[in-house]
């Protein structure tokens, strides 16, 4: 695993903007990165792979855990929350996507730092915009990257054929909007009908969650975490609706930062994990703590030892390294659809902690 | 494991000129919405020609924001309202042409119980 430096392509932001990205740069900083690129071999690629597969099967066991045990407190889910996903799970609600962080620098085993589980987003670029990067400048014979065509084949799997799928979300955010849209069009691809709408048009009329021309919302994508959503007015509703969620509430268990303790509980010493407490006495040396519900690297911050104390609501984890170069910190980003590692993604920050302000640098092997 | 793709992206709805397959997303995310409801289908196609719909036993419009109401020349909430309101002739009345009008009620939008929390920050992560 290396940085390289990669000539960009001639015109690459209209390249980019033209295949949907408008905010390659922003306020002036490069968020897309043309000219560079992070090189893997094979062996690399395929224990990244493993790493993830392996890690989501965990996940799955940790919540199957829960629901087993209505360990939810701990989670800081309410018994309304926890009654959300104890449903869907022993339904067999199933998910689409999500996306793991993971650290590492290329030695050694792949360690899981979070899993982006309910609202992940980066997902147009690490599917298409970097697929395209490579087609254009052939910098490397490959692309750990099948997302495109699993979401279709996800999708085939969860929802009938020319069945309305309502995808809803913060759309007025560039971000937010492409996610929400690329999905609509891989939904449309396998057989869909998508409805793209903003969360906050989303009515009730007294039996039914509606869209803006009052149709009934019989799936609903949403790229609004569960613990806004559950925070809401229109919380009351949902017990009673008879809407089925993507990404399931049963995700509320793994895109919870306090998974991290839970996984260490559960799987002591595990290769791909990091040691993880609510407790900072029960770790040493370096950590990182991290609210529970934190998002794009807020709240996250490093310790040369554990603090003290922690708030309520905040996890403790052992620090590792992420891949440093002469370009930033470099985390990777595993992207699961269904139960499956797809693709990676490589996002490139200033400082140790990957924040809102990352840049999205595209990958190949050999 | 061969990653490679084997086959070309297509996309359907992103990117320049590409075809566009489903209702292009309204931004509708600033204000509540709100729409006419009208004891009479009349009436509502008074206001709307072509976007009247019989729901929950009364004839309604499309949903609006107050914002897209505030064009005079087309109000979002229907020019024969806007004319009813200018006083420019009488709701109830049984008679010819726009006479006939029966003003609606304006019925609030039962929605933005979603997205309080997203209006100051992105969802995604």
């Given at each position: 695993m290396r940085r390289r430096v990669h000539p960009a392509r001639e015109h690459w932001r209209q390249r980019v903007a033209d295949l949907g990205l408008d905010f390659h740069t922003i306020d002036g900083a490069a968020y897309w990165v043309d000219d560079g690129c992070y090189h893997f071999d094979e062996a690399q690629i395929d224990r990244l792979e493993a790493a993830g597969n392996t890690l989501h099967a965990l996940c799955l066991e940790a919540v199957d855990h829960v629901v087993r045990t209505g360990e939810y407190a701990a989670l800081g889910l309410t018994d309304a929350c926890a009654a959300l996903v104890e449903a869907s799970w022993r339904a067999g609600e199933p998910t689409l996507y999500g996306r793991m962080d993971l650290a590492w620098?290329?030695?050694?085993?792949?360690?899981?730092?979070?899993?982006?589980?309910?609202?992940p987003t980066a997902l147009y670029e690490a599917s298409v915009l970097q697929w395209q990067w490579l087609e254009d400048t052939r910098a490397g014979r490959d692309q750990f990257n099948l997302i495109h065509e699993k979401l279709i084949e996800r999708w085939r799997t969860i929802i009938d054929p020319q069945q309305v799928v309502h995808l809803a979300g913060c759309i007025h955010e560039d971000e937010d909007r492409l996610t929400v849209q690329y999905l609509a069009d891989t939904c449309l691809q396998a057989g869909g009908i998508a409805r793209v709408l903003a969360v906050d048009e989303i009515g009730w009329d007294g039996q039914a969650f509606v869209d803006a021309d009052e149709q009934p919302i019989a799936r609903l994508f949403k790229l609004y975490p569960w613990e806004w959503l559950l925070a809401e007015p229109f919380a009351a509703h949902v017990p009673q609706a008879r809407t089925r969620w993507i990404e399931p509430a049963w995700k509320q268990v793994l895109s919870n930062k306090a998974l991290l303790p839970l996984l260490w509980r559960l799987f002591p010493g595990h290769p791909n994990l990091l040691p993880a407490s609510f407790d900072p006495h029960a770790l040493s040396g370096t950590v990182v703590v991290k609210p529970c519900f934190g998002r794009e690297g807020e709240g996250v911050r490093l310790w040369g030892e554990p603090p003290l104390a922690v708030p309520d609501g905040y996890v403790v984890q052992a620090y590792a390294p992420l891949?440093?170069?002469?370009?930033?910190?470099?985390?990777?980003?595993?992207?699961?659809?269904?139960?499956?590692?797809?693709?990676?993604g490589v996002r490139e920050d200033d400082g140790p902690v990957t924040g809102n302000r990352a840049r999205f640098v595209p990958h190949c092997f050999d | 494991m061969a990653r490679r793709r084997s086959i070309e992206i297509a996309l359907l709805t992103i990117g320049a000129g590409v075809f566009v397959g489903y209702p292009l997303v309204r931004d509708m995310t600033s204000e509540p919405v709100q729409r006419n409801r009208y004891v009479d289908r009349r009436s509502c196609e008074c206001d709307y020609p072509a976007g009247c719909s019989y729901v929950d036993r009364a004839w309604v419009g499309p949903w609006y924001t107050r914002a897209e109401d505030r064009n005079r020349a087309t109000p979002a909430s229907g020019a024969c309202r806007a004319n009813y309101l200018a006083g420019r002739y009488a709701s109830g009345r049984e008679g010819a042409g726009n006479d006939s009008y029966r003003a609606p009620t304006i019925e609030q939008g039962r929605r933005g119980g979603f997205g309080s929390t997203g209006r100051v920050r992105s969802a995604g992560s």
């Open positions: 620098t290329g030695e050694g085993e792949p360690r899981l730092l979070e899993y982006n589980a309910d609202t891949y440093q170069g002469a370009h930033g910190h470099a985390v990777l980003g595993l992207w699961i659809v269904g139960d499956e590692a797809v693709g990676l | -």
